[in-house]
């Protein structure tokens, strides 16, 4: 019996510690759709720049023109996918200004409507969120995503909380300002393959997060 009652003085903290932590990402989720809905939400595109210039210098012209052009063919897709997000207003901005975002030099990084022509006010006045895409596991406690580096153009990937040992799959994730992934219970991610026979075009992505987004607006 003294065995029992100790285990119960022993759980009830944790169980109210448990509960604890998920009020709090609850309230930290509904604050953050509040700003995301007055807010922007910045779409980051890569133009693979580095990787272009490098094979240009080392002679391989055609080799680089021809990535440059899938990655414009890519980038014009992306694009046209969110023509009919109406969660909150959506800029794009390429990956060469996310140092900008991080020092927070709000002003230098060019943003584009969904034609992808430099918009008219393109200077960030309000808080935003990011969207990338990328490869993210499949274990929501062990979130890994594929990252560009700045300089050279290879991925890289970082693990968060844990080791990654699961399938990474294509995904559109948002980040904070700050550049860090989003968490549970916002809606932060859609899956290009949710199922292992199904697959979504980046039109199903985008409109599966509009979709993500108002309802879990509509529920706080």
Do not use: W
């Not at 932590?21 to 604050?31: D, L, R, T, Y």
């Amino acid at each position: 019996m003294k065995n029992i009652l100790i285990a119960l003085l022993f759980l009830v903290p944790v169980a109210l510690f448990a509960q604890t932590k998920q009020e709090i990402a609850k309230e930290q989720a509904v604050e953050q759709i509040k700003q995301m809905k007055s807010g922007v939400l910045l779409v980051r595109l890569y133009d693979k720049h580095k990787v272009v210039e490098a094979l240009k210098e080392k002679g391989m012209v055609k080799r680089a023109e021809a990535i440059a052009k899938k990655q414009e063919v890519l980038n014009k897709e992306i694009a046209a996918s969110f023509k009919d997000f109406n969660f909150c207003k959506v800029y794009f901005f390429y990956s060469g200004h996310s140092v900008h975002l991080i020092n927070g030099e709000l002003e230098k990084v060019d943003l584009y409507e969904d034609d992808l022509i430099l918009a008219k006010e393109s200077k960030i006045t309000t808080k935003y969120v990011i969207a990338d895409f990328g490869m993210m596991s499949d274990e929501p406690e062990t979130r890994t995503e594929t990252k560009q580096k700045p300089e050279s153009g290879i991925s890289e990937k970082k693990t968060y909380k844990g080791t990654n040992t699961s399938t990474s799959i294509k995904t559109m994730y948002l980040r904070n300002s700050d550049l860090t992934m989003m968490g549970r219970p916002f809606p932060y991610y859609v899956r290009f393959h949710p199922s292992p026979i199904k697959k979504r075009t980046y039109q199903e992505v985008v409109d599966k997060m509009n979709e993500q987004l108002n309802d879990f607006y509509s529920s706080i």
